[in-house]
C-alpha cells in the first residue's frame, strides 16, 4: 500500500512513537495521534486527539474523528501501552487486568472496530494494522513481569487472528521490538547487562522500529507476520 495521502491512526506516539510519525508524515501520510494526557506527544506530524486506549467509547471516537477529518482509514499502527514489574510476592488480579486492558484489550477493540472501517474501503489491499508484541515472549519472557508478558502474548494471538479473519481484504502484523532505546533508569551494569545478550551489541533506536513499521504498511504480501527487530537478542 502505498501511504501517500493515505489516514493511519498511530497510538503512543511518545518516545519511539515520534519516530513513527515523523517518517510516516515524511512519505505522505495523513497522521491522527491519539495522546492519553499530553498533546504535547502529537508533535507537528498530525492531527490529535485525547483518548483511552483501554475504552471502546474513545476509540470509537478516534475512529469517529479520523474519518471526519480525512473521509477514510487505511492503516493503524497501535504502540501505546504500558511497561511495569509485578513482583510475585506483590501480583494482584488488578496488576493482570491493568496490563491486559491497556495492550490486549485495546488491540481486540482497535482490531475490530478500525477492521470494520477498512472493510468498507476499495481495492484489493483495504487497510493494514501494525500492533506491538515484545521480543521476550516469542521466546524468553521477562522475570517479574508476568502481567505484561501475558497482555504481549496475548497480542501475538490476536494479530495472527485479525490477519485470518480479515483476509483478503486487510493485512494485520505485529512487531516484535527488542532492546531499541535504553531506559532513563537503567544502571550501567544493567545496561552492560543487555549489550551482552544482543548480537549486534548496541541499543537499536527508534528509527529502525520506524522502518519496520513502514514496511509492514507498504507491504501487500505479508499478514498474520510477527516481525522482531531485536539486534539478534532473540537468538543471542
Known sequence: MDIKNK?????????IGQDVA??????????????FSDPAEVGPFGEGIKADVSKKEDIEKVIAFAKETFGRIDGLVHM???????LWENLQENDFDKNMNVIAKSTFLFGKLVGDEMKKNEGPTKGSMVFFSDWSVLTRPYKEYLAYNAAKSAVVGLTKSFAKELAPDVLVNAIAPGPMLRPLDLSDAENEEVLAGTLLKRWGGGKEIAKGVLYLLQADFVTGHILTIDGGRTIA
Do not use: C, D, M, P
Not at 501505546?80 to 509485578?86: M, N, P, T, W
Open 7 to 15: 489516514t493511519i491512526i498511530i497510538t503512543g506516539a511518545a518516545r
Open 22 to 35: 515523523e517518517l510516516l508524515k515524511s512519505q505522505g501520510a495523513n497522521l491522527v495521534i491519539t495522546y
Open 80 to 86: 501505546a501501552a504500558i511497561y511495569q514489574k509485578s
